[in-house]
């Protein structure tokens, strides 16, 4: 371990920050540990690399953080929030439920194609930190969920549709955010979440 | 590096078994490999780990591979294979194009709770090998495409179906795989199957 060690009378509960200059610095090294471990992995990253980015002293770090581990946790926490602003803040209050699937589809997109990072923090996440790597999807899919909870109250869904279909739905749009705004953007969000919502719409059978 | 050095004047090419005894040790060792892997991550396994519970010699493993990174890369053309075969020997020929789909489904979910480690093994791959991580999602989702081109040309599926669907399909696979299959089998193959079948078949709009 090359990391430095930190004061060991600091827990957690001591670390959130209480001035707006505190946010803005614990902001700054959480988007610093995206770009971090988005270009070099977990196991290359160092916490000076971190800083250094962010452009805050050592010290810092250590007013938020006690370790590598747990800044990535708390990044992997930031992201799986911001994922979850994205598809919110890209509908409007009271769409039709299928207009709602396809806006949260489209804002994600958007979202990934801007923090192509994200895909290779939250699948490392999967050996780095294996219980947040199922909180992130266990909280995404409960979401889809719920909208299609929403969505069957109101009379738009098929009252059958349960957890499986919110998988279902969550597996279609992260591959296609892998696909179309990680890999390669040959298609654009609107596009690729129309095509997307089309399925929702009517399934695959001509009709 | 612990990783004894091979014979430097072996190639790929030279490694092929010519003999069924050969294919019957390298089996041994591809399938120790996935056990191996999918328990302790790419990292912590050893080749000697793979040939203690191969039970073969040391000397077996290069005959067939010059380093974990060349065994790591054949498995995962080995289990992309595997997953190709499970889902094609799951479906009868000449079924209607949505039955070949949640035949597909179900073979590869049967698979996946039958081989846990495939999806520790696949990720994993995309910081140890990025082109095989790459090239094996592209395979899939090139089948899933051709299956839906069939289905276009016997007049049972949209015309207006391409690339990003097949996508979408795959990733619903995926996901409820590592939901129903991995984590947790709270609901059977057929089961979780006839639930994705229903989105292609009707989406998911009341009717």
Redesign the interface.
């Known amino acids: 371990m090359t990391t430095p060690t930190p004061p060991a009378d600091k827990g957690p509960a001591d670390k959130a920050p209480r001035t707006e200059r505190g946010r803005r610095t614990l902001r700054k090294l959480l988007d610093a540990a995206a770009i971090e471990f988005g270009e070099r992995?977990f196991?290359e990253a160092s916490i000076t690399g971190i800083t250094r980015r962010a452009g805050t002293a050592l010290g810092s770090f250590y007013t938020y953080f006690n370790s590598k581990d747990e800044i990535f946790r708390a990044l992997v926490d930031d992201l799986s929030g911001k994922v979850r602003e994205a598809a919110r803040s890209a509908r409007q209050q009271d769409l039709p439920?299928?207009e709602t699937e396809r806006a949260s589809l489209t804002g994600f997109l958007r979202f990934a194609s801007e923090h192509k990072e994200i895909y290779?923090i939250i699948?490392?996440c999967?050996?780095v930190d294996p219980d947040s790597f199922?909180l992130h999807?266990r909280n995404t899919?409960r979401r889809i969920h719920e909208r299609?909870a929403e969505?069957i109250r109101k009379?738009?869904?098929?009252?059958?549709?349960?957890e499986?279909?919110a998988?279902?739905?969550?597996?279609?749009?992260?591959?296609?955010g892998?696909?179309?705004a990680v890999?390669s953007e040959d298609?654009g969000a609107e596009e690729?979440a129309e095509?997307?919502n089309?399925?929702?719409?009517?399934?695959?059978?001509?009709?």
């Open positions: 992995g196991h439920a299928l290779r699948d490392e999967e050996f199922r999807y899919a299609l969505g009379g738009e869904l098929r009252e059958d549709l349960g499986a279909h998988w279902a739905i969550m597996g279609m749009n992260v591959f296609l892998l696909r179309y890999w298609a690729v095509l997307a089309s399925i929702l719409r009517e399934g695959i059978a001509k009709r």
